[in-house]
């Protein structure tokens, strides 16, 4: 093939007829067009495909330091960027907005170039950097003039874009959104909070910058569990919201209004990202530079703050930090907003800031939903618009690690346990240079093409549907029969209470709770008929194969597969149902309280996570306290007078319900039929309090080098496992155990003991390394066995650490571990560890933080998707007796690195 492209300018002698029938000879007629584009550019200028093939950028400021060669975006190299460097994965872990560039080069109304000379400067830039609002009084010579322009810039655009009234707040200039939420969250631990435990929490999926602030914030507790924490203990709560989300840009709102204080980050929060411009007026607002323009190595950011005495706060945490922002990053934000601001007085649209670089995010857009379309392995599960693609993985391999696919094919990704969300999910940001988002393409083209011919079968063989939207722990939870115990009651009554409180955690999704008797049988059909339409088939399909008492109903087909066959079924039923309950009092009771339990079961049972989390507000009805025994059906029989006696419709009432609450028999506590509540004992037993099931605990250890490391122990009974995150990895605890620096992790399960951290690899595949400590069942091996459970002993008067005379509760371990001189473990009034005391060889003594008791992710206790989990930690197999001597030998390391952080109490 040969191609030829002439450049030239009006002067220029050239055979066109001989260069075009040569063109032409070789067949290339794509050549021609080539050869007309070519002969009519007016300038050779306009033919060059850009410094450095567009792959990278020469930085003339850099000229001055003897470099004037190519910077090559990623995966490329070469002194012109030409050559694609083989094996190379695109980092799409970092929120880049590179494309607005573009924008700043070819339509900036001003000049956006700066010289600096040698004395501007030099000295530092003037305390305090906390503007306050526009006609406060204030002394002009507090402030160096740049900042003052500063300020001034910035309330002018908020002015133009309409997104916030800046006049009214104070507002602090930060390096960058992340210090400003740092600092937002350090005052707010101070002042009336002062001396509190405060907890942090987002709803999932949330930027993970919150959780690793608040980790190294000893003043704040992140909390998995927001709406436990908004119902349990809100005036301790920190509610951070971002909106548009980050990662999957939907639109947010708090859902604990009555928390402590609510952070509101609103760095997308404009017009080229969101739809949805409305006047903010939260007390504590953060913006971002670099998520506005795409300039993010300027590290300028602000946030506007109702109070002036928490804006004071910030900003001295602030000025301890790092002083002033650089004043030469202000002096090219005070350039670029006023460039943006006086932009959006144009409707012209590529003039327009805002106007243009949304016309870039929807080019974007409407490739990846071409590419997206093309396959269903994959699914963009936000909304699209953003910075970023929230991507869900549909088939059972993939769901387990989301990020091992698109590793394979070179693009790395942020997996969504980063985010709250499970391993099914990745982010994927797309708002770098073009050179890159063109390799993302390509990259994603190859991984759909791999696998288009290839379907994901489910495990159960009947299964006739795809998943879906149906998660692993979906399916996990769907193909398990039997109930945890902290689903069950002992009778009726309590197991009506209990399955009543779990509905209670879905009300971060908008679900609110009210008494079954409070709805007529319509509204239930109205509530049920929006539930149907949301139905995950395949659950239905795995209930029908194993008989499950958890599968609905249908009147047609035993499973209809279609879901206008479902409806259609659904509607039959309806009919029916209304037609039995308007036959008389009783019957309508009957009918109404069977659709309780269909609806709650439906809703927990039929509805995948993902459609529980978008479903919306809603008004779910409770577990009816009071369960209908046959006899009453009798009694209604002798006084009533209506319909359901003549045409016999009690009976017919009857059956729906009895239908309806056949699950209730599989959380009921050893009993196969469902039992009256008892009466009330006139000599009740003693209070015997239940130790938590399933909790979260921070505790500190003490190296050998009197380092202190927080630590973070996650617990579940049921899994059973149990999961010790540590700040900075222990060197001292086990010999076999790899050196490394930074975080790591404990993993303590039935089958073993797992070590998993961070390496370079991780870096690239987002995948932990991992290698197994023992291969035993750690459930029944741990010196001290915490996952045998505990027993209560009795209330007692016992003395703390220090020698204050304390109540507390005694518990005594479970039956699978008796150590010789046997296990007390003291908890005092506030459900904070005040002695645990191992009668056994190590004679264990610590103190822990107050348990959080609330649900575990199964997620926490899942290993990571690597090979080498299966091998032993330093290469060599473990016997059983090494086993449980490495096992001593971890608890003893334990005692000790406890002892060193009690001593170091005790001693300050």
């Given amino acids: 093939v040969v191609v030829v492209v002439v450049v030239c300018d009006c002067d220029c002698e050239v055979n066109y007829i001989n260069v075009v029938i040569m063109i032409v000879h070789v067949g290339v007629v794509v050549g021609l067009v080539a050869?007309?584009?070519?002969?009519?550019?007016?300038?050779?200028?306009?033919?060059?495909?850009?410094?450095?093939?567009?792959?990278?950028?020469?930085?003339?400021?850099?000229?001055?330091?003897?470099?004037?060669?190519?910077?090559?975006?990623?995966?490329?190299?070469?002194?012109?960027?030409?050559?694609?460097?083989?094996?190379?994965?695109?980092?799409?872990?970092?929120?880049?907005?590179?494309?607005?560039?573009?924008?700043?080069?070819?339509?900036?109304?001003?000049?956006?170039?700066?010289?600096?000379?040698?004395?501007?400067?030099?000295?530092?830039?003037?305390?305090?950097?906390?503007?306050?609002?526009?006609?406060?009084?204030?002394?002009?010579?507090?402030?160096?003039?740049?900042?003052?322009?500063?300020?001034?810039?910035?309330?002018?655009l908020h002015a133009a874009v309409g997104n916030v009234d800046a006049s009214s707040y104070t507002l602090i200039v930060g390096a960058g959104g992340v210090q400003l939420i740092d600092a937002a969250l350090y005052a707010l631990t101070q002042g009336k909070n002062t001396n509190k435990s405060m907890?942090?929490?987002?709803?999932?999926?949330?930027?993970?910058?919150?959780?690793?602030?608040?980790?190294?914030?000893?003043?704040?507790q992140w909390s998995e569990n927001l709406m436990s924490l908004c119902n349990s203990d809100a005036a301790s709560l920190i509610e951070v919201v971002t909106t548009p989300n980050n990662p999957d840009n939907?639109?947010?709102?708090?859902?604990?209004?009555?928390?402590?204080?609510?952070?509101?980050?609103?760095?997308?929060h404009f017009p080229h990202i969101s739809g949805n411009i409305t006047k903010r007026t939260d007390d504590i607002q953060i913006y971002s530079l670099s998520k506005l323009s795409g300039y993010a190595a300027s590290r300028i950011g602000w946030a506007l703050v109702k109070d002036p005495v928490l804006a004071n706060i910030m900003s001295n945490y602030m000025w301890l930090q790092s002083t002033a922002a650089a004043v030469e990053s202000q002096l090219r934000a005070i350039k670029i907003l006023d460039a943006i601001t006086l932009s959006t007085s144009t409707k012209s649209a590529t003039n327009n800031f805002f106007a243009f670089t949304r016309s870039l995010l929807d080019d974007r857009w409407a490739d990846l939903l071409s590419v997206f379309a093309s396959q269903s392995r994959f699914t963009l599960a936000g909304q699209p618009g953003g910075l970023f693609m929230w991507i869900r993985c549909n088939t059972e391999t993939d769901k387990a690690d989301c990020a091992a696919p698109f590793a394979t094919v070179g693009i790395t990704t942020e997996t969504g346990v980063n985010y709250g969300a499970n391993?099914?999910?990745?982010?994927?940001?797309?708002?770098?240079?073009?050179?890159t988002f063109a390799l993302l393409?390509?990259?994603?083209?190859?991984?759909?093409?791999?696998?288009?011919?290839?379907?994901?079968?489910?495990?159960i063989s009947k299964l006739v549907v795809p998943l879906d939207d149906a998660n692993s722990n979906d399916i996990r939870r769907a193909i398990t029969k039997v109930p945890r115990p902290s689903f069950r009651g002992i009778d009726y009554s309590s197991m009506t209470a209990t399955l009543s409180s779990h509905l209670e955690k879905y009300s971060e999704f908008g679900v609110e709770v009210a008494e079954c008797s409070s709805f007529t049988v319509d509204e239930l059909h109205d509530i049920a008929r929006r539930l149907q339409e949301l139905r995950n088939i395949t659950f239905q399909q795995i209930y029908e194969t194993a008989g499950d008492s958890r599968r609905l109903a249908f009147t047609s087909a035993p499973v209809p597969q279609t879901q206008a066959a479902q409806?259609?079924?659904?509607?039959?039923?309806?009919?029916?149902?209304?037609?039995?309950?308007?036959?008389?009092?009783?019957?309508?009771?009957?009918?109404?309280?069977a659709l309780c339990h269909k609806i709650v079961m439906q809703y927990v049972h039929h509805l995948s996570q993902v459609k529980k989390s978008t479903l919306g507000a809603i008004t779910l009805p409770a577990l009816p306290k009071t369960y209908h025994f046959e006899e009453e059906d009798l009694n209604a029989r002798a006084t009533s007078t209506g319909k359901d006696v003549n045409n016999g419709q009690i009976s017919v009432a009857r059956d729906i319900y009895a239908n309806a609450t056949k699950c209730i028999v599989c959380h009921i506590t050893n009993s196969s039929n469902p039992e009256p509540p008892l009466p009330p004992n006139p000599n009740p037993a003693p209070f015997v309090p239940d130790w938590p099931r399933e909790f979260d605990v921070r505790f500190g250890l003490t190296t050998k080098d009197f380092t202190n490391v927080s630590s973070h122990m996650y617990f579940s009974a049921d899994f059973p496992a149990m999961h010790i995150h540590h700040s900075q990895c222990v060197r001292d605890f086990l010999p076999q155990l790899p050196h490394v620096e930074g975080p790591c992790n404990l993993t303590f399960h039935g089958n073993g003991l797992w070590f998993t951290y961070s390496d370079e690899r991780t870096k690239e595949t987002g995948i932990d390394a991992c290698c197994n400590v023992v291969m035993t069942d750690m459930t029944s091996n741990l010196g001290v066995n915490e996952l045998g459970g505990f027993y209560f002993v009795e209330n007692t008067t016992t003395t703390d650490f220090f020698g204050k005379e304390v109540k507390a509760q005694v518990w005594s371990n479970g039956e699978k571990l008796q150590p010789p001189n046997g296990f007390r473990i003291f908890i005092g009034?506030?459900?904070?560890?005040?002695?645990?005391?191992?009668?056994?060889?190590?004679?264990?003594?610590?103190?822990?933080?107050?348990?959080?008791?609330?649900?575990?992710?199964?997620?926490?206790?899942?290993?990571?998707?690597?090979?080498?989990?299966?091998?032993?930690?330093?290469?060599?197999a473990i016997d059983a007796k090494t086993s449980q001597d490495a096992t001593h030998s971890l608890v003893a390391s334990y005692v000790t690195a406890a002892r060193r952080s009690l001593t170091t109490i005790h001693n300050n």
């Avoid at 079924?569 to 009783?586: N, T, Y």
């Avoid at 645990?836 to 990571?864: C, M």
Wanted: aromatic share 10%; proline share 7%.
């Fill in 829 to 876: 009034p506030d459900g904070e560890d005040v002695h645990y005391h191992n009668g056994g060889p190590y004679l264990l003594e610590w103190a822990l933080d107050k348990r959080n008791v609330i649900s575990q992710p199964d997620s926490t206790f899942t290993l990571p998707s690597n090979p080498n989990c299966v091998k032993p930690c330093g290469g060599a």
């Fill in 35 to 156: 050869l007309v584009l070519a002969v009519v550019a007016t300038s050779a200028k306009e033919v060059i495909s850009g410094e450095c093939n567009g792959n990278g950028v020469i930085y003339s400021e850099e000229a001055s330091l003897g470099v004037n060669s190519c910077q090559c975006f990623q995966c490329y190299s070469g002194p012109e960027c030409g050559e694609l460097i083989e094996g190379c994965s695109i980092e799409t872990r970092v929120a880049e907005a590179t494309l607005f560039q573009k924008w700043f080069e070819n339509f900036s109304p001003i000049d956006l170039n700066i010289t600096i000379t040698p004395a501007y400067h030099a000295g530092y830039l003037k305390s305090p950097r906390v503007f306050p609002p526009i006609g406060t009084p204030y002394n002009d010579n507090d402030f160096d003039r740049i900042s003052r322009m500063l300020n001034s810039s910035i309330r002018a």
């Fill in 441 to 459: 393409k390509q990259r994603l083209f190859k991984l759909f093409s791999q696998h288009h011919h290839q379907q994901q079968q489910p495990s």
């Fill in 567 to 593: 409806l259609h079924d659904f509607e039959i039923g309806v009919h029916f149902e209304r037609e039995v309950a308007a036959s008389g009092d009783h019957a309508n009771i009957l009918v109404r309280d």
């Fill in 199 to 220: 907890h942090v929490s987002a709803a999932s999926p949330y930027y993970p910058h919150f959780h690793m602030t608040s980790d190294l914030n000893p003043l704040t």
């Fill in 250 to 268: 939907q639109q947010m709102h708090s859902l604990c209004p009555n928390a402590n204080s609510h952070i509101v980050d609103l760095v997308y």
């Fill in 423 to 435: 391993t099914d999910f990745v982010r994927i940001c797309m708002g770098h240079h073009d050179s």
